[in-house]
Nanobody, 114 residues
Framework: VQLVESGGGMVQPGGSLRLSCAAS????????MTWVRQAPGEDPAWVSR???????FYANTVKGRFTISRDNAKNTVYLQMTALRPEDTAVYYC?????????WGQGTQVTVSS
């Protein structure tokens, strides 16, 4: 399994970013995919999840601002982030959960600062 995130960066408050996670090594279309973030000094926090048939779920902290989507033909899951706030600053990870193991990408840094 390989999960490779991209699209992070530095943005001003109110700005937008689109994260991507390219997946390989498993049957992508069969699994839910999750975005998790970890801010400095904090535990990882669930951000959003998408079912294999694109039903989205969001943490209350990002609902209405973030949109998760997937392209099963490209084995890629996306996280469109808008109205970004300083408290969204974190490393964002793409995560696969199966019945027997979890797999994480290397993460991509998102920094929201003026």
């Amino acid at each position: 399994v390989q999960l490779v995130e991209s699209g992070g960066g530095m943005v001003q408050p109110g700005g937008s970013l689109r994260l991507s996670c390219a997946a390989s090594g498993f049957t992508f279309a069969d699994y839910y995919m999750t975005w998790v973030r970890q801010a400095p000094g904090e535990d990882p926090a669930w951000v959003s999840r998408i079912s294999f048939d694109s039903l989205p779920f969001y943490a209350n902290t990002v609902k209405g601002r973030f949109t998760i989507s997937r392209d099963n033909a490209k084995n890629t899951v996306y996280l469109q982030m808008t109205a970004l706030r300083p408290e969204d600053t974190a490393v964002y990870y793409c995560k696969l959960t199966t019945s027997t193991y979890d797999s994480w990408g290397q993460g991509t840094q998102v920094t929201v600062s003026s």
